[in-house]
């Protein structure tokens, strides 16, 4: 059962790691992201930093069973590194689960939205559509931030 999907630039951090696996209580992190797939570095850096007891499965966007991880029962949270990997990811499967916006980085043609989350004209577009679809968004670091809705930011 995914019960969260975050967009991070990071994917698994101190975040992650500290406050939003307690909060959800899940038994398995997603990591729906290409770089990462491809990464050797990257997934050992990742895998150690979690928990025991958490499973972590690393895979590129298009290859991701979220149906499989939607029904299977385990508490999953999907990480994915950039809003465009979510309509993606909803192609692939990924149900309309709460999406939460915590960490994008600034870069050419993005305006801050919060403190920690820069987005383009277009990825607003994106997370609109999304959120007419079913797939409530929020922005929030962590989950003792008060969480805002895309309409609160002003996006």
Do not use: C, Y
């Not at 729906?32 to 997934?43: G, I, P, Y």
């Not at 797939?135 to 895309?150: D, I, N, T, Y």
């Amino acid at each position: 059962m995914i019960v969260l999907t975050r967009v991070d630039n990071r994917l698994i951090h101190g975040q992650v790691i500290e406050a939003w696996l307690p909060h959800l209580a899940v038994g398995r992190i997603l990591v729906a992201d290409d770089e990462a797939a491809h990464n050797a570095l990257m997934q050992a850096a990742m895998r150690m930093a979690v928990p025991a007891g958490v499973k972590v499965d690393i895979t590129p966007v298009d290859k991701a069973d979220f149906k499989g991880a939607a029904a299977d029962g385990v508490r999953t949270l999907v990480l994915l590194r950039e809003v465009k990997s979510v309509a993606q990811a909803r192609e692939r499967g990924l149900p309309a689960t709460p999406l939460n916006l915590g960490n994008v980085h600034a870069g050419a043609g993005r305006k801050a939205v919060t403190r920690a989350v820069f987005l383009s004209d277009e990825e607003v577009r994106d997370l609109k559509q999304l959120q007419d679809g079913g797939m409530p968004v929020s922005f929030q670091a962590v989950p003792l931030e008060k969480p805002l809705g895309l309409e609160a930011t002003g996006a």
